[in-house]
């Protein structure tokens, strides 16, 4: 006699679902493309350059999972709603969008310009906005829901002592409303809108900062864990929040930061 997983277990997979992850290549995005083809999904790898994207695909495709690399431009809305469509023609549908695109330019906030904040704002907020808008028009087109997953940060609740981070926290924290504002308008859709907001994560595009022993003290002590994030932590949220499992969960900011949003 066979016996089937139980439905437990069966909620944590995405078997069959289209996962576009844009940022996928990068040192988070990568983790998460790996750890949605682990439970199930088609990957689309998306990003701004086209030879990560291909290889972060072929990497996906040598694990044994079905994926397509995509290329274009976060900061262009038109370029967006065609790189969308052209995955959904590629796969057939879209259940799944986890946006990992992001930027960080520190400038303190006397000497903040224009054009850093305009860019630093366009990264981490325009960007979600326009992407959320084109993966939730096929999902309504479909009937079937979805899930969006955008990744903010601790500083969408807390500022940093001395780093310039105004125009970043601006920004996470914008995201963070408007991830409840699109819960809210496409609830009725069976779409649920979602933010993951870690802590410093051991990622290459980190390490700038991690490298700085002082920095890094500072950081630990804060933590009640007395960790930074890894990739891991990061992927298994994404694939709880992309799965059934949390079906009934919409509008929130889940922080993944070992406590230090609990202290401060």
Request: aromatic share 8%; hydrophobic share 45%.
């Amino acid at each position: 006699m066979t016996m089937s997983a139980p439905r437990e277990v069966n909620q944590f997979r995405v078997d069959g679902k289209v996962a576009l992850v844009t940022g996928g290549y990068g040192g988070i995005g990568q983790a998460v493309c790996n750890g949605l083809g682990a439970i199930g999904a088609r990957v689309a790898v998306a990003g701004h350059n086209p030879e990560k994207a291909a290889a972060c695909a072929e990497a996906l495709r040598q694990c044994g999972y079905d994926a397509v690399a995509a290329t274009f431009d976060a900061l262009s809305p038109a370029d967006v709603e065609r790189m969308v469509d052209e995955v959904v023609n590629h796969f057939g549908r879209l259940d799944i969008l986890v946006d990992a695109i992001g930027g960080q330019q520190e400038e303190r906030a006397g000497s903040v310009t224009e054009a850093n904040f305009d860019y630093i704002v366009g990264a981490n907020l325009k960007t979600a906005l326009f992407q959320g808008q084109a993966a939730a028009r096929h999902m309504i087109r479909q009937g079937t829901g979805g899930k969006l997953v955008f990744f903010g940060s601790v500083r969408s609740q807390l500022g940093l002592r001395g780093r310039g981070f105004a125009a970043y926290c601006a920004a996470k924290g914008g995201l963070a409303i408007l991830c409840k504002q699109l819960a809210t308008e496409w609830a009725e859709h069976g779409i649920n809108v979602n933010v993951l907001a870690p802590t410093f994560t051991r990622t290459p595009q980190a390490e700038r900062w991690l490298d700085d022993p002082e920095f890094y003290r500072n950081l630990i002590a804060r933590i009640p864990m007395g960790r930074i994030a890894e990739t891991g932590d990061i992927v298994s949220a994404v694939q709880f929040f992309v799965s059934p499992a949390s079906s009934f969960i919409t509008g929130q900011t889940l922080y993944l930061d070992g406590g230090i949003t609990a202290t401060q």
